[in-house]
């Protein structure tokens, strides 16, 4: 097949319905992928260009479509996948992040080092990952991207990756397990790790019983308020706090230890409004949480709107359902 000339391009935007505007995207996306095998270097950098004009009018919808048909095509235009993967909408930048072969080790680590869990999901199911961005996926990632970088058998994983899934295995069966089913994983690494792992879990619920008998004693002699709730947070007493909103709250401690987590402040902002902390407090609670568990500012911000956007009448509202999911034994 011929190169495509410029001239085609051009009658294919010309003869396209310009009061469709969908369709002068597809006709150019068309026209790029029934030519992309023969096209060289310098035709895929003529249609970057046109690209590159006509996605600032193009509706979203049809972006994402674009993004799902050049996601594994091995020449698309490489300002366009870059463009799409950098997109705010997961919709969009999803199929490029987790298909394109376009997208180079450094691309996917700056994309991980700035864009949200749902961005770094896409990445981690990519094949090859490399262990540079597979340590920012696990370090910055939630739960989920930490699983699906385990899962991914052809994720290559650092030691200090490695140490890091470890750790986060300790409280989350199903991370356990698939950190157990890889096999670059040295057994004697994963029997070590085993027996931290227990002897740290003796530790903490060792820790967890003394909170537990503490603030018990403090609610029985009147002593549990909103200053104790804030002075466990500002000495770090991470237990004692721990212990204290599940008391208040009626719920048990590892569900209220599960709201700390990343991507799960929102359920922790309610908690504190039911339990009729002032956002002093709660701003107290957030920064003990955040130098535990790595959250960055835009999480600490979105917990400061939802405190201010709830009223304390939903939060307990909300809260006493999860009690009641929790008394009939339910997962919450």
């Given at each position: 097949m011929p190169a495509v000339s410029w001239q085609e391009i051009e009658n294919t935007i010309r003869t396209a319905d310009a009061q469709k505007r969908h369709q002068t995207l597809r006709a150019v996306a068309d026209l790029f992928l029934s030519s992309a095998p023969s096209?060289?270097?310098?035709?895929?950098?003529?249609f970057d260009d046109v690209f590159e004009v006509i996605l600032d009018e193009a509706d979203r919808s049809d972006i994402a479509e674009v993004s799902k048909r050049m996601a594994p095509i091995e020449n698309a235009p490489l300002r366009l996948i870059k463009r799409l993967a950098n997109d705010a909408e997961i919709s969009i930048a999803g199929p490029v992040l987790s298909q394109s072969p376009r997208l180079s080790d450094d691309d996917l680590c700056e994309i991980a080092s700035t864009k949200g869990d749902s961005h770094m999901l896409a990445i981690a199911g990519r094949k090859q990952l490399s262990a540079p961005v597979t340590d920012i996926l696990i370090n910055r990632g939630n739960i989920d991207v930490a699983r699906k970088v385990?899962?991914?058998?052809?994720?290559?994983?650092?030691?200090?990756?490695?140490?890091?899934?470890?750790?986060?295995?300790?409280?989350?069966?199903?991370?356990?397990?698939?950190?157990?089913?890889?096999?670059?994983?040295?057994?004697?690494?994963?029997?070590?790790?085993?027996?931290?792992?227990?002897?740290?879990?003796?530790?903490?619920?060792?820790?967890?019983?003394?909170?537990?008998?503490?603030?018990?004693?403090?609610?029985q002699e009147g002593q549990l308020n909103e200053n104790k709730l804030a002075e466990f947070a500002?000495?770090?007493?991470?237990?004692?706090?721990?212990?204290?909103?599940?008391?208040?709250?009626?719920?048990?401690?590892?569900?209220?230890?599960?709201?700390?987590?990343?991507?799960?402040?929102?359920?922790?902002?309610?908690?504190?409004?039911?339990?009729?902390?002032?956002?002093?407090?709660?701003?107290t609670v957030l920064a003990l949480i955040a130098s535990r568990n790595t959250l960055d500012e835009g999480e600490v911000r979105g917990a400061h709107r939802d405190f201010v956007n709830v009223s304390r009448a939903t939060a307990e509202r909300i809260v006493r359902f999860w009690c009641v999911r929790q008394s009939a034994g339910a997962t919450i």
């Open positions: 096209l060289d270097d310098e035709r895929v950098n003529l385990t899962t991914n058998m052809s994720a290559e994983l650092s030691a200090a990756g490695t140490k890091q899934l470890l750790n986060h295995s300790e409280s989350d069966e199903v991370l356990s397990a698939g950190i157990c089913a890889r096999t670059d994983i040295p057994t004697e690494t994963l029997t070590t790790a085993v027996k931290q792992a227990s002897a740290r879990a003796e530790e903490k619920l060792r820790r967890m019983a003394a909170a537990q008998r503490l603030v018990v004693s403090l609610k500002a000495n770090r007493q991470y237990e004692e706090l721990i212990a204290a909103l599940a008391l208040l709250s009626h719920l048990k401690f590892g569900f209220v230890e599960n709201l700390t987590q990343k991507g799960r402040l929102g359920g922790l902002v309610l908690l504190c409004k039911a339990t009729g902390l002032a956002w002093s407090s709660v701003d």
